[in-house]
């Protein structure tokens, strides 16, 4: 059990390493399309090959794919919508979207980004006895973007470079906890709960990348996106295949 809180705590980690990064050295618009795009390949794959197609695995074909799924997509839309219309809008955005917006609710936000992927991190350990590499990899990779782009909008807006590092803190120690839940909540599950969990997560994940991620490297970058995001989910797709 301890293993899966340590396992969300560091796919996590790249969400302080980023905006470290971003405080040490500013990165530009187009990079950080780039670096977008890579991380929604890379996402993309896990919720192909560690998501979905193991929940339809799990599930031993009875069904219950396509619903968890579309709950996962509504359940993250609304909470999305209501945390927008509370100041969260714009809390990925890179270009200082952030300063309208509560500190509260660009909180809230952020933490319900990463909840499914952590939540399923803990499932994975209690399912194989470790983590799956694929998956904690492409949870660490496409953090990195997230908090690219968030620390350069939050810091734009005005906040502290303190204040940013305890939200990125924040976030880590609630991704682990969230690990940790996948792990004890399910532990005993059938294999049709489980496979609902996977399919929730992937619709969620879904959901935030085409809301969030890759429109905004879109903007960033432009059409090149397309390439890089393809190498992503290449890349994704190789450690899955290795492991």
Known sequence: ?????????????????????????????????????????????????ELVQEAFDTSARQGGVGAGLLAGSVTFF?????IDRAGGHGRKRSG???????????VLGIVLDGIPESFVLGLTVLQQGTVSAAFLVAVFLSN???????TSGLLQSGWARGRVLGLWLLVMAVSGLSALAGYALLDGASPTT???????????ILTMLADTMMPEA?????????IVTTVGFALAF??????
């Open 78 to 82: 609304a909470g999305d919508w209501l």
């Open 144 to 150: 990195l973007p997230e908090a690219v782009a968030a």
């Open 96 to 106: 200082g979207a952030q300063a309208g917006g509560t500190g509260l609710a660009i």
């Open 238 to 243: 190789a450690i899955s295949a290795l492991e």
């Open 194 to 204: 489980i496979a609902f969990v996977l399919s929730f997560a992937g619709g969620a």
């Open 1 to 49: 059990m301890a293993e899966s809180l340590g396992w969300g705590i560091l796919a996590s980690s790249s969400l302080v390493l980023g905006g470290l990064l971003v405080m040490r050295w500013p990165i530009g618009p187009r990079l950080l399309g780039l670096v977008m795009a890579f991380g929604s390949g890379v996402l993309i794959s896990a919720v192909s090959f």
């Open 218 to 226: 879109f903007e960033q970058e432009g059409r090149l996106v397309g």
